[in-house]
């Protein structure tokens, strides 16, 4: 956070390994073993005060981090009982500790027809005298006939303060959850269809405190031709609920909560043959938001020149014409508001072995996005939006409304394979970012809105990794 007068000048896009390693086994007895240790750099920021001095301030200090995962195969089939356990450990006064522990299993049927998979997780994160202890559980069933229907089942319990996030990540906790689905499969050739499927499935999903935050009900078919190209498509509706993230209150000791109205969506997708030299998959959505239509649609195509070439092209484009959304703001009561969204996101992977032992990959990725705000209103109760600002507002002032950002990442990985299960890898990241306000109009022009990047400060790290086979 900065303080009255000072400015920010510069932060590093990501934080630097100092060093890490990594253990594997494998028994005869079919007993697996991973291990993972790795440390991480402080991060810092240059900060100008107001007197025009420059300084450095800790963003986060040095982590210790620790992964162990243990696993028993209990047959041929695949199921097996498992372990996990991790650790993350900061230094200095205000530094956290967080500790994740779970055991988890997989059955399967003789016939591989059916499993049953099931998951118990405990968390211990905090500072180390004020921690908070949470669990997870997770249980699924899936059964397949030779009829052609399917079956599955999840259920999900979360308890609020169950917190992975500093190890792995965990879109949320605090949920309690059940997804039911049915498929109907017809694996036959009928004229130039060579196979069908048709779906249902819906999702209920409720915090502890009781309120519904997810009510799905989801339909949707796909078809393979003669020809292995594919069509598929569906439609649903997200039911009306409350809530619980968008505000951004969850870690208060009382959340608030967002009344959103029910709204529809559909989507449309297609792929071409998967072994020929160039490779096409599109997919468009689209759902109905109370300001607006939202459309999302994805062209990704894999190119294959040579036989030691791939080229992996990806380009995704978002506009939103206006979902509710939260405004961030340094008051204290959320204010909301319609956001007109643009965002072009474009990314490149080429792959060039010179020898099976010797490849070089390269992954770039652009990212542009604007959007803006119309039609602000403040949060009363959880089921009321008043138009307007709130009173904690400071006479005289607005909230910006308009924003911007873009990005680029670079990554260039050498990998040689010296000998047999040994290899060494040497890597170059490039970053650069920023959030200078393109328009007001949450419009985009991405090649000029992307050039500036190629302009400004950057973030440059070279890293080495030696895997080492022991036989």
């Known amino acids: 956070m900065l303080n009255p007068g000072e400015t920010l000048l510069e932060r590093p896009s990501a934080t630097d390994i100092t060093a890490a390693a990594k253990y594997t086994a494998k028994y005869a007895n079919g ?45 041929d089939r695949g199921s097996y009982l498992g372990g996990f ?54 249980l699924r069933g899936h059964q397949d006939w030779s009829s052609g229907w399917g079956v599955e089942l999840q259920a999900i319990n979360a308890s609020r303060t169950y917190n992975p996030n500093d190890v792995g990540y965990l879109n949320r906790a605090d949920e309690q959850r059940i997804f039911a689905e049915v498929v109907r499969d017809w694996d036959s050739t009928w004229g130039v269809l060579r196979r069908r499927e048709v779906g249902f499935n819906h999702t209920a999903a409720r915090d502890q405190a009781g309120h519904v935050f997810q009510r799905n009900f989801n339909a949707w078919a796909k078809t393979d031709f003669t020809n292995f190209v594919s069509l598929w498509g569906g439609m ?15 870690a208060d000791p009382i959340k608030k909560y967002l009344a959103r109205p029910s709204y529809p969506y559909a989507n449309l997708g297609f792929d071409t043959q998967g072994n020929r030299p160039w490779y096409v998959r599109v997919n468009a959505s689209r759902s109905w938001q109370e300001g607006g239509p939202s459309t999302d649609t994805t062209l990704f195509q894999i190119l294959k020149p040579t036989s030691s070439t791939e080229v992996q092209l990806t380009t995704s484009l978002t506009r939103d014409e206006g979902e509710l959304k939260w405004l961030e703001t340094p008051v204290a009561t959320p ?71 873009r990005t680029w990442n670079l990554n260039l990985i050498a990998r040689w394979e010296f000998k047999p299960g040994s290899t060494f890898f040497l890597v170059y990241t490039h970053g650069s970012s920023t959030d200078a306000l393109i328009n007001d109009r949450a419009s985009l022009a991405p090649r000029p809105d992307l050039a500036i990047l190629r302009r400004l400060p950057s973030d440059d790290v070279v890293q080495a990794k030696i895997s080492w086979l022991f036989r």
């Open 31 to 75: 007993t697996q073993v991973g291990l993972l240790g790795a440390s991480v750099e402080p991060a810092r920021a240059t900060i100008q005060d107001a007197g025009g001095g420059r300084f450095r301030r800790e963003l986060a200090p040095l982590s210790n981090f620790g992964v162990l995962r243990v696993q028993q195969l209990m047959d």
């Open 85 to 138: 356990a991790s650790g993350m450990y900061q230094t200095g006064q205000e530094g956290r500790t967080a500790e994740v522990q779970a055991l988890d299993g997989v059955y399967k049927t003789e016939d591989r027809s059916g499993l049953v998979e099931a998951t118990l997780s405990r968390s211990q994160v905090g500072l180390k005298e004020a921690q908070d202890q949470g669990w997870r559980g997770r």
């Open 236 to 250: 649903g509706v997200d039911v009306a609920v409350e809530d619980d993230r968008e505000l951004r209150t969850y």
């Open 335 to 405: 204010i909301v508001g319609l956001r007109r969204l643009s965002q072009f996101d474009q990314s490149l992977r080429v792959a060039y072995a010179f020898s099976p032992t010797f490849t070089l990959q390269l992954f770039s990725q652009w990212l542009a996005a604007n959007w803006n705000f119309r039609d602000l209103k403040h949060y009363a109760n959880d089921q009321m939006l008043v138009p307007g600002l709130p009173l904690d507002q400071p006479p005289g002032t607005a909230p910006q409304t308009a924003f911007s950002y």
